[in-house]
């Protein structure tokens, strides 16, 4: 038997050998998917013969592409190209270097990251005159994001045509655009977007690539966006070879935009396809697997499956309750060092995973107290530090002169040329339609440009584009570092942390080159624009790892704590706050995530104390009252309420948490407002209609408000009965106090079927327009359309709606989106407490509740930040400049401790 199909089970030598057609493999925890890929690839390069650059693989991250290429090598040698061994972006990337000049763009293109898109925002700011003080960049990032979410804008910026912006978001997205147009540079949703474009408006160009494309595999499917999706399957039209792994029970990404339903349906969309369940795990004990097992089934949405393991039984879970969050983190340490004492394991073994990265200060610091070394992985983005990007920005300067990196530079070290200087530039060139550099190099003799500072920099840049050619990379970064004055710089700054992280860098790239000599500057650039992971090799040590949930997927570990198992925590406040229902089940998900990345034992920990983001005690995780006691032991002290509680508590912490307590008829009682009846349940917002006598009005309950005691529940026959009289009760309901509003929407209902059809014929044009030559999507987009049109119709919030349908008339899918942010947010800045903030947000954004709640939250970090700042004269210096903006106030803050302000 060759080399690459040994040692495999009979659903992955299934997997390896099913190469033709559409396949599926539903892959669970450690069943050994990344084995499967990997030999697959091989199988079909070595056994069928096929050339690696026939061969699409496709991974979530850099990190999981490296590691795919590195197994592959070994299993057939480095003579083959496995470039297309990579991630959806870096396709793009590939496709595009070698097409975009089919919609006239230059091969060359500058691709951005969000730093990038930051320093086009603050150009723009500059030019319009706005300050963070009106919009954020990260509103704007928002709404670029979103604006960019359909193909729209592609048409614009393709041929740019006079737009009216629409608001101020409106304005500077179509700046933005014209500026990425200027300088040919695409942010990371236009490298799937353009693509997507020009497969759909060249068909040479379309059919070369699915020619190429011979076989296409997809890792960890369920985390694949809609777009991304459509791209491998489109590809896949001529050969017909899509091979998909994934397992829905490990989507962690559905909030920004995976579609799991994807796999899960794939058989419905390819009903040739075949599927194949890899239900073996290899890592972990049967004590840790039944405990993921159990949790996992209580989720509604997910392709049913119990996985199974030979392991040996192993250590029992340990579920442990502290006090405080001090005892939780201390008895982790003790507990780490007593197993390393007794020399079970090594401290690397260790790995502590939490939901949100500000869990880890506790642990940290008993960590540090019992002299446990430890590394936090994916702490800040290696590449987003400040002194990595203005390296970078030279380099790219000296290859591409583009505007973003001489914007970064120019005077980076200070040059002395400020703000005028750069308009002075931007003038110049945005007349000559040329880029910032040459606009500088063509004009340095002129009066206000011929400055020392302006002539240096030109020098220096040319100094370094001669050396380009004759260097090494590596050596090229220390001259440009000693040579810019960069080193000097983060010396004199005090920042030895800056300097440490340089030094990282030049490392990285000395590893770089020993794999591939002649890497060109322009490939390593695109190389590192690419990592959006921490993607330099992790502190390899003996060291107990510490990372959030999410970092950890794909990897595993022989001893693992989750820890901060909270409510509020895991499941995330925030999360069930914007997504409800949907949010729950994945952060059920993720609590499956971290339990089966654990190979020998689990650990789970949870502490009592303050919860500073819901506001209230902490309480055990409701996921921890879903565990049967069989499968664990529970050590810890635990509160009288806490330790029965699961006996007793309501439904929502000891079963699915989303289903209701009560039913349509209960009579309530309710803390503020006295008794209630329970008028409407609506399962999928997680909230009740209730009817209070008191102030004669109906508020809607969320599921989880703990205020509610049940008076007089109503029996099914009562409901029986009840249904007959229901059209009559909401009749008279409706009569006392919506007669008008009543009357309206009969009227409506009636009129429905006439205006349905201008609606259809609407919503047809929109689609049409949306994807003009893809029949597909058009009827794909019509239908949600349609949907999303009579949920708007039905809505209640009539001040919500408008803001919804005033952002966006035609388009109901986002009306709905909006909407359902708007009155999450609306219903939030009902309940904040700090009344300052609250007017403040309220002034900034007085129709955008969304909005209101983002101000509100920035407003609060940067308050907090303000109180703990170390410097209190600067800090007062700040507020006195800043009085009302507390954003503002750290910015400038942080000015006056760099010495950028005096
Ligand atoms: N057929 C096999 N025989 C023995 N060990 C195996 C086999 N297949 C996989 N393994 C081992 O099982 C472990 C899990 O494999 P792998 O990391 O590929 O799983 P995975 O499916 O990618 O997991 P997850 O989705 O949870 O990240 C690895 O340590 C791997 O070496």
Redesign the pocket.
């Known amino acids: 038997m060759e080399k690459h199909i040994k040692?495999?089970?009979e659903q992955?030598l299934e997997a390896v050998t099913s190469t033709e057609g559409y396949v599926r493999v539903i892959?669970g925890?450690?069943?050994?998917?990344?084995?499967a890929l990997t030999s697959r690839y091989a199988y079909i390069v070595e056994t069928l013969g096929i050339s690696a650059s026939n061969i699409l693989c496709v991974t979530f991250t850099n990190k999981a592409s490296r590691e795919m290429r590195l197994r592959v090598k070994k299993l057939i040698g480095d003579q083959h190209d496995l470039s297309y061994i990579t991630t959806y972006h870096g396709f793009c990337v590939r496709v595009l270097r070698e097409d975009i000049n089919k919609i006239g763009y230059p091969k060359n293109f500058v691709i951005m990251d969000v730093e990038d898109q930051k320093t086009i925002l603050r150009d723009i700011y500059n030019e319009f005159g706005i300050t963070s003080k009106l919009i954020t960049f990260k509103q704007v990032l928002r709404h670029i994001s979103r604006r960019k979410s359909s193909q729209e804008y592609l048409d614009y910026i393709i041929n740019p045509t006079k737009k009216e912006p629409k608001n101020d978001l409106d304005k500077i997205f179509y700046r933005y655009l014209q500026k990425q147009q200027r300088n040919f540079a695409l942010d990371f949703d236009d490298l799937i977007n353009f693509t997507l474009y020009i497969f759909l408006t060249d068909k040479v160009v379309f059919e070369k690539w699915k020619q190429r494309l011979h076989y296409i595999q997809v890792d960890e499917m369920q985390d694949s966006s809609e777009k991304q999706f459509r791209l491998v399957s489109m590809l896949s039209e001529t050969h017909k070879n899509l091979f998909v792994v994934g397992?829905p029970d490990?989507t962690i990404y559905e909030w920004r935009g995976a579609r799991p339903e994807f796999l899960v349906d794939f058989n419905q969309q390819f009903p040739s396809s075949k599927t194949i369940l890899m239900n073996q795990n290899?890592?972990s004990t049967p004590n840790i697997l039944t405990l993921g097992n159990h949790i996992i089934k209580n989720n509604k949405v997910r392709v049913d499956k119990d996985m199974f393991t030979q392991n040996p039984q192993g250590v029992e879970v340990v579920h442990f309750h502290a006090k405080n969050e001090s005892e939780e983190g201390n008895w982790i340490a003790e507990e780490i060092s007593r197993l390393v004492s007794k020399e079970v394991c090594n401290f690397s073994d260790f790995a502590i995973l939490y939901r949100a990265n500000h869990i880890s200060r506790s642990i940290e610091q008993a960590l540090v107290k019992k002299n446990i070394p430890y590394t936090i992985f994916g702490g800040i983005r290696f590449f987003e530090r400040k002194e990595i990007k203005d390296i970078l920005s030279y380099l790219r300067m000296v290859e591409f002169e583009d505007d973003i990196s001489f914007l970064r530079i120019i005077n980076t070290p200070s040059r002395g040329l400020g703000k005028k200087f750069i308009e002075e530039v931007s003038m110049i060139a945005e007349n000559d339609n040329i880029s910032l550099y040459s606009a500088l190099q063509k004009n340095i003799a002129s009066d206000g440009l011929n400055r020392k500072g302006a002539k240096d920099f030109i020098d220096l840049i040319e100094e370094f584009q001669k050396l380009r050619s004759k260097k090494k990379i590596s050596d090229l970064i220390k001259i440009i570092l000693d040579q810019s004055g960069l080193t000097e710089l983060f010396r004199t700054d005090g920042d030895t942390d800056r300097l440490d992280n340089l030094i990282e860098l030049q490392n990285s790239i000395i590893a770089f080159e020993s794999e591939d000599e002649d890497i060109s500057l322009d490939e390593f650039l695109q190389e590192i624009t690419l990592y959006s992971d921490v993607d330099l090799e992790e502190d390899q040590g003996d060291k107990v790892k510490l990372m959030t949930i999410h970092t950890s997927?794909?990897l595993?570990f022989p001893f693992v704590f989750l820890c901060g198992f909270n409510e509020g925590i895991l499941p995330s406040a925030m999360s069930i706050k914007e997504r409800r229902a949907k949010a729950i089940e994945e952060e059920r998900r993720l609590t499956y995530v971290a339990i089966?990345r654990a190979e020998k034992a689990l650990y789970l920990t949870e502490s009592e104390g303050y919860n500073f983001s819901t506001g209230q005690n902490k309480q055990p995780s409701r996921f921890l009252f879903e565990i049967n006691e069989n499968f664990l032991v529970r050590k810890g002290e635990f509160r009288k309420d806490v330790d029965d509680s699961h006996l007793r508590m309501p439904s929502r912490l000891t079963g699915i948490p989303i289903d209701q307590e009560f039913k349509v008829g209960d009579i309530i009682e309710h803390k503020v407002w006295d008794e209630g009846e329970v008028i409407e349940v609506n399962r999928e917002k997680g909230e009740y209609l209730i009817y209070f006598s008191l102030i004669d009005s109906k508020k809607p309950i969320n599921f989880e408000f703990k205020g509610l005691t049940l008076i007089e529940s109503k029996t099914s026959e009562d409901i029986v009965e009840d249904t007959a009289e229901e059209v009559t009760i909401k009749k008279s309901d409706s009569e006392i106090s919506e007669t008008e509003d009543l009357a309206k929407s009969l009227q409506k209902e009636n009129d429905f079927k006439s205006i349905e059809s201008d609606i259809r014929a609407q919503i047809r044009q929109f689609a049409s327009k949306e994807y003009p030559k893809d029949k597909e999507m058009q009827d794909y987009v019509f239908s949600n359309q349609l949907e999303d049109f009579k949920f708007m119709d039905n809505v209640k919030d009539k001040q919500v709606k408008n803001i919804a349908i005033k952002d966006w008339p035609e388009d109901f899918t986002m009306q709905k989106h909006v909407y359902e942010k708007n009155i999450v947010s609306k219903n939030f800045m009902k309940n904040v407490s700090d009344k300052k903030l609250n007017k403040y947000a309220k002034k900034e954004w007085p129709s955008d509740f969304t909005m209101q709640q983002h101000v509100y939250e920035e407003q609060l970090e940067a308050k907090n930040q303000m109180i703990e700042f170390e410097h209190r004269d600067f800090a007062k210096r700040a507020e006195e400049e800043w009085p009302e903006d507390f954003k503002m106030q750290v910015y400038f803050y942080e000015k006056l401790v760099s010495g950028e302000e005096k």
Do not use: F, I, P, V
């Open positions: 040692n495999l089970n992955q892959a925890a450690g069943s050994g998917k990344t084995k397992d490990q290899y890592r997927k794909g595993e089966t």
